[in-house]
């Protein structure tokens, strides 16, 4: 049965048991590669804060699966690696198995992008092909599928950035690979809740729908503060300024504006980037309350409550996780978590602003 057929015979998708059906899979293996694509995230921010990015020196899509087999292979392997600045001035000296250690890491890190790109598009055309995709889904998907591939090749840009000048990845690169697996997590999601049946709730409608604008903004705030959190990584920011609430006993920092032109200092001085992402993270928790205690006031519908709450908590509580990773100057551990937390923290604001979006919607609908 072909895509357009299965909308002859289901033409409100959704709305009857075997279009019900084929948007339950489709929503269940969505949910699978989101899962995946979040897994990604938190190992590729192992694969950073072990210093394991510039281990794999070559790009090979394919081939590049099968990892060294033999003594001779890791030899090669290892060879390469001594070549770029990263190991000729920290790590020269190392061992093959301490290379093995981070090798491990992003070769995991590749791995697990390859098999992610297999996950989506393999069930895609089975889908498209057996006909349950909704009418234009295929096209949505393929976009995804798109993105995800523009993806693998940022992550080999970012890498390349590494391999001749520098002992480690350029920050602006890392930002932008660290943005899109946010954008393409983002994407998951939302196209998943787009599958879920709705349920209107006529309980706070008005209210809602008079400021629906919020739960967007603050998607895109958390947005905005993962973009701002990638240069703190790229720039290792974190390691510094390790007191809080003030940074070095000051308020504003020194060296905050020692870089010209001025636009540098807002991604390259160190001091700017943990001094923005600071003050960022506090208007969006401060936001994230106000929203929730908002929504409760106007008694709004159940699901948008519900998620506004879980977004303040988890904003709340990634701010909390933040603080205690600075304190202590980025251990592995919490660092891996700050990040896992913040993919967590995206979900939960994407899944807000879709609420707030449906709901605005029924609301304006039901006082048409």
Not at 19 to 25: E, F
Not at 308 to 329: D, E, S
Request: hydrophobic share 55%; aromatic share 8%; charged share 10%.
């Amino acid at each position: 049965m072909t895509t357009s057929s299965f909308a002859k015979r289901h033409p409100q998708a959704g709305n009857d048991g075997a279009s019900r059906a084929s948007d339950g899979l489709v929503q269940a293996w969505l949910a699978c590669v989101a899962i995946l694509v979040l897994a990604m995230i938190v190992v590729g921010g192992a694969t950073r804060l072990t210093d394991s990015g510039l281990s794999i020196t070559e790009w090979h899509p394919l081939l590049g699966a099968i990892p060294p087999l033999t003594d001779a292979d890791w030899q090669t392997a290892f060879a390469k690696y001594q070549t770029i600045p990263q190991y000729t001035s920290v790590n020269k000296g190392m061992s093959l198995d301490a290379f093995k250690a981070i090798f491990w890491w992003e070769w995991a890190h590749r791995f697990l992008g390859r098999f992610i790109g297999l996950a989506f598009a393999l069930p895609l055309a089975g889908f498209w092909l057996t006909g349950h995709l909704r009418t234009g889904w295929g096209t949505r998907l393929l976009g995804v599928l798109a993105l995800g591939g523009l993806q693998g090749a940022i992550g080999w840009y970012m890498v390349k950035s590494g391999l001749a000048d520098r002992i480690d990845v350029s920050p602006y690169r890392l930002a932008l690979h660290l943005s899109v697996a946010f954008a393409l997590l983002s994407a998951l999601v939302w196209l998943i809740l787009d599958l879920k049946p709705h349920h209107p709730d006529d309980r706070g409608q008005r209210a809602a729908a008079a400021q629906p604008g919020l739960a967007n903004a603050l998607a895109v705030l958390v947005f905005t503060q993962v973009i701002l959190g990638g240069f703190v990584a790229g720039l290792k920011a974190g390691r510094a300024f390790n007191t809080w609430p003030l940074m070095d006993g000051h308020v504003i920092p020194d060296g905050i504006a020692q870089l010209n032109p001025w636009w540098l200092n807002l991604t390259e001085n160190m001091a700017t980037v943990q001094f923005n992402h600071r003050l960022a993270a506090y208007l969006i928790v401060a936001l994230g309350i106000a929203n929730a205690v908002r929504l409760l006031a106007t008694r709004a519908s159940e699901p948008l409550a519900r998620s506004g709450i879980a977004l303040a908590l988890g904003l709340v509580a990634q701010m909390t996780l933040g603080i205690a990773t600075v304190l202590l100057a980025v251990p592995i551990g919490l660092g891996v978590a700050h990040q896992g937390l913040a993919a967590i923290v995206m979900v939960i604001a994407v899944c807000h602003a879709h609420a707030a979006t449906q709901n605005a919607s029924a609301a304006s609908s039901a006082l048409a």
